[in-house]
């Protein structure tokens, strides 16, 4: 059996090569065209628009002087045809004149009938899809909160809108030795503080209190690189504006340790409140303590 070879995008955005996975592309070709960036999706289509008229250029050209008006061998006057055709403009100048032609443009124009439709459809459906504009901090910060080590995580909401009902997960990835000897990648969800926001409009944190019962209790950073830990993140929730379900998430293989996210919020000397965004991705030391000696 021929091995497969696929590629999927991580949580992290780098490819997963797979192979063996006993499918293509073109046994999922929506999807495949649906996940294509926009540039990438409308030069796929040109390109399938003019090869489908050439081709058909080429036919009419097979079967002769059939097009009326046009000039004999021409290819060039066959492929406008093949366009004016498909697009059923219908100047009047070029026409067909044998059955062979009449038979080729019925073809034709089913065709160009499909192609338009399958088009429309995958451009629409594209357009129409609600994506969730989240960012996630820089950094994966773990240092004390209330004299208590605690992982962090800042993410926000970049359009001006909210995420209702938004629920956050959080999972750790880690490379376990089994007493067999082999090695294998467990994955624990991380409990959090809170777990899920109301409306998620603008800056909210993420905390894992990393306590008798956490999974990273007693882990080190020099721990961490040993065992790999990975840290993935996952926001659900519903666009108020479209109604739409929308997700995002996220990755981290590294923490910075002794740290805490810089303030975003301030207050005016009227009261009102200032959201700094420019200090989103920015972090503060914390002071070292005895449950938590890294500054």
Request: charged fraction near 20%.
């Amino acid at each position: 059996m021929a091995r497969t070879r696929t590629s999927i995008i991580g949580l992290d955005g780098n490819q997963i090569v797979r192979y063996g996975a006993g499918h293509g592309y073109l046994n999922d070709l929506y999807h495949f065209l649906l996940t294509r960036r926009w540039g990438t999706l409308l030069a796929m289509l040109f390109c399938a628009y003019l090869t489908t008229n050439v081709l058909f250029a080429a036919l009419y050209l097979l079967g002769g002087d059939c097009i009326e008006n046009a000039r004999a061998g021409s290819f060039t006057d066959a492929f406008f045809f093949s366009v004016q055709t498909m697009g059923t403009i219908g100047y009047g100048v070029m026409a067909p004149e044998t059955p062979a032609a009449n038979t080729l443009v019925v073809v034709e124009s089913i065709v160009g009938l499909t192609l338009t439709a399958l088009a429309t459809g995958l451009v629409f459906a594209k357009f129409s899809r609600s994506r969730a504009r989240v960012a996630f901090s820089r950094n994966l910060v773990i240092g004390p909160m209330n004299g208590v080590p605690t992982l962090m995580i800042r993410l926000g909401n970049e359009r001006g809108n909210q995420i209702v009902d938004a629920r956050m997960n959080v999972a750790m990835g880690f490379k376990e030795v089994t007493s067999e000897g082999s090695t294998f990648y467990r994955t624990v969800d991380l409990a959090l503080g809170r777990d899920h926001a109301l409306s998620l409009s603008r800056s909210w944190t993420i905390q894992h209190t990393i306590d008798a019962a956490s999974p990273l209790r007693g882990v080190t950073p020099a721990r961490w690189k040993e065992l790999e830990i990975e840290i993935s993140v996952l926001v659900v929730g519903v666009d108020d504006v479209t109604m739409q379900p929308v997700h995002a998430s996220h990755l981290y293989v590294e923490a910075q340790w002794g740290a805490r996210h810089a303030d975003v919020l301030s207050e005016t000397d009227d009261g009102n409140l200032v959201l700094d965004l420019r200090r989103f991705h920015d972090t503060e030391p914390t002071a070292p303590t005895a449950d938590f000696p890294y500054p």
